[in-house]
């Protein structure tokens, strides 16, 4: 007479394998989401850059800034804001960005505290880069450059610049 199923050492057998794969796979999986984090916030921060700059073509002129802060000092925030000029002459806020909050920006640019679209789409004397870290490292982190014509591109960087 045969039997048909599993015994209860088949299964704990199998739970075992399934547990040491798991194991194996956990940090795998844990640098994927980080790498995934910083790319999205990456392609966040390049569109928010190009918006700005067709903010500044349209309505001349944009300001990218400390979603924190503001435009009068730029730290590590997990944000940034837009803000464009008003026709009395003050700054309004167009648009925040907020990025994961795991996310660390830096602006790492030629001076200013702010990155500023003229009305031609350049950022003339303001190119530099943003950097952003993730809070724990993990090797990698993005730099999304801006050119003094006003151009952004996303490059991948070590974290120690963090």
Known sequence: MRHQGTTLLELLFVLAILAVMLLIAAPNYQRLL??????????QM???LNYARHLAVT????YVCDGEQGCDDFQRPNAIEIFVSAPDGSLSSHQWQPFHPEISVQWRRFRGNHLY??????SVFSNGHFLLCHARHYGTA?????????????????????
Do not use: H, M, P
């Open 34 to 43: 980080i790498q995934q984090q910083l790319s999205s916030s990456a392609q």
């Open 46 to 48: 390049l569109a928010s």
């Open 59 to 62: 309505q001349g002129g944009a």
């Open 117 to 122: 679209f003229n009305s031609q789409g350049r």
């Open 142 to 162: 993005y730099k999304v450059v801006l050119n003094w014509s006003g151009r952004a591109r996303i490059e991948r960087t070590d974290a120690d610049n963090c």
